[in-house]
């Protein structure tokens, strides 16, 4: 099995930063794709960013230019540094990773339990 632990939510002005992380443990022999999904109240859950194994990444308009994912593969964790946060910001932030438990398993998604974000006007 594997686990993600989400780190780093938490209440801030509009404006402000806040920085996220999450670390994969357990059953892992690689890992593809890591990011961030949010979900905010009465929405659907909607993507954020995602990071490669390389480090390139992608990110939803929403937040160009604001938020800056990466990731750090010999933790196996992925981070999320959001700045000039904005009150549509404020959702619950998920990190999921893409993992591979072994070299002959197939890629599987796992989920951390989710951060709250919460932006001030």
Same mark, same amino acid.
């Given at each position: +099995?594997v686990?993600?632990?989400?780190?780093g939510?938490?209440l801030?002005?509009?404006?402000?930063?806040? *920085? #996220?992380?999450?670390a994969?443990?357990?059953?892992?022999?690689s890992?593809n794709?890591?990011?961030?999904? *949010?979900?905010?109240?009465?929405? +659907?859950?909607e993507?954020?960013?995602?990071v490669?194994?390389?480090?390139?990444t992608?990110y939803a308009?929403?937040?160009? @230019?604001r938020?800056?994912?990466? *990731?750090? %593969?010999a933790? %196996?964790?992925?981070y999320? +540094?959001? %700045?000039? #946060?904005?009150?549509?910001?404020?959702?619950v932030y998920?990190?999921?990773?893409?993992?591979k438990s072994s #070299?002959?398993?197939?890629?599987? *998604?796992?989920?951390?339990? @989710?951060? +709250?974000?919460?932006? !001030? !006007?």
């Amino acid at each position: +099995q594997v686990q993600l632990v989400e780190s780093g939510g938490g209440l801030v002005q509009a404006g402000g930063s806040l *920085r #996220l992380s999450c670390a994969a443990s357990g059953s892992i022999f690689s890992i593809n794709a890591m990011g961030w999904y *949010r979900q905010a109240p009465g929405k +659907q859950r909607e993507v954020v960013t995602a990071v490669t194994r390389i480090g390139m990444t992608t990110y939803a308009d929403s937040v160009k @230019g604001r938020f800056t994912a990466s *990731r750090d %593969n010999a933790k %196996n964790t992925v981070y999320l +540094q959001m %700045n000039s #946060l904005k009150p549509e910001d404020t959702a619950v932030y998920y990190c999921y990773a893409d993992v591979k438990s072994s #070299l002959i398993s197939g890629i599987s *998604r796992y989920w951390g339990q @989710g951060t +709250q974000v919460t932006v !001030s !006007s």
